[in-house]
């Protein structure tokens, strides 16, 4: 009998005890707490948002609702964002026309994002060993913390929709399951292009463990508990899961372009069409950015802290 080969998992290790079922009640009613404060803040405040994005998803929405997704970049409309929120706002506007306009229909996605972020952290930190009392504090900070209040529920912002997708590929790289990882942090890329951080470290661990399989796997693999896997996840090791993790990132973007009628240099043409359009430092983050001062013809020093301008990159 042979074992298995150097640094990687033993398919019949059994994975170590993670008793979720005495935890799940008390999480559900957090999630439940945060989503209902959420959706009480958004009532409370109709209409709140960063006006120019509000005003763009939904007239988005309404546009893919209507007229469908072939050939939408090409209607002459501004347009700044690549196809995988595209989607999104699709649902969001066959939802608005039945309910007889979209509305504050547009932040239900990013606040059901908050908490399906803040699901993830509890059971990814159950999953890599944390005890349940970490689980839960995780948890608690996401649901709790003011600054989701703010860029989801009032600002309507879409950043929690991609991170969800992120982290679902995260866990997939850890569980050794790149091409699923690939996948995903594809996805997480084309809602948007800053997610596409991910995307590199999914290329070196895949890299390190098809060419240097020993410790590539996790500290003696015991921090992660088996996944299910197919058979052919199982035994496909070596170069060719490199070339299978890539391809499975490439066909991800490639078919989730397509229905747009964008091939893959017209996806990057989009990118990089968006990108350019905002030479800035910064776009109302308030970040170390925001205390640059940009010294005006008139002696008027701007910064976006100072009176909220957009400095010049």
């Given at each position: ?8 998992p033993?398919?019949?290790?059994e ?19 945060g ?5 009480i ?29 072939a ?9 700044d ?17 039945a309910f ?8 239900i ?62 866990r997939?790289l ?25 995307i ?10 098809a ?6 796997f ?11 896997m ?27 372009s397509?229905?747009f009628g ?5 996806l990057v ?5 968006a ?24 002696g ?11 400095i010049?990159?």
């Amino acid at each position: 009998m042979t074992g298995p080969a150097i640094g990687e998992p033993d398919p019949g290790r059994e994975a170590p005890s993670r008793t979720w079922s005495g935890d799940t009640g008390g999480i559900l009613v957090l999630l439940a707490l945060g989503l209902t404060f959420r959706l009480i803040i958004a009532y409370l405040l109709p209409g709140s948002g960063f006006k120019n994005d509000i005003q763009a998803f939904q007239f988005w929405a309404n546009e893919l609702a209507d007229h469908g997704l072939a050939g939408f970049y090409g209607r002459g409309f501004f347009i700044d964002y690549s196809p995988g929120y595209l989607y999104v706002l699709w649902v969001v506007g066959v939802i608005g026309n039945a309910f007889h306009g979209i509305g504050d229909l547009i932040k239900i996605p990013p606040i059901l994002a908050d908490v399906a972020l803040g699901y993830l952290v509890w059971s990814m930190t159950l999953e890599l060993g944390g005890s349940r009392r970490a689980a839960r504090l995780g948890a608690l900070i996401v649901v709790l913390n003011p600054i989701t209040w703010f860029d989801s529920t009032i600002w309507g912002q879409v950043d929690s929709v991609g991170v969800v997708v992120l982290l679902f590929a995260m866990r997939e790289l850890w569980r050794d399951r790149p091409e699923r990882a690939a996948a995903l942090a594809a996805l997480a890329a084309i809602i948007k292009p800053q997610l596409g951080i991910f995307i590199p470290i999914v290329a070196v661990v895949v890299i390190r463990r098809a060419f240097w399989p020993k410790g590539g796997f996790g500290v003696g693999d015991e921090a992660t508990p088996a996944a299910p896997m197919t058979a052919w996840e199982r035994g496909t090791r070596g170069p060719l899961r490199v070339a299978t993790t890539a391809l499975a990132g490439l066909l991800t973007l490639v078919v989730l372009s397509a229905p747009f009628g964008l091939s893959l240099p017209g996806l990057v043409a989009q990118v990089v069409k968006a990108a350019a359009g905002y030479p800035y430092l910064t776009v109302n983050a308030f970040n170390p950015w925001a205390l640059v001062i940009q010294e005006q013809a008139d002696g008027r020093q701007d910064s976006l802290a100072n009176d909220r301008a957009w400095i010049c990159d």
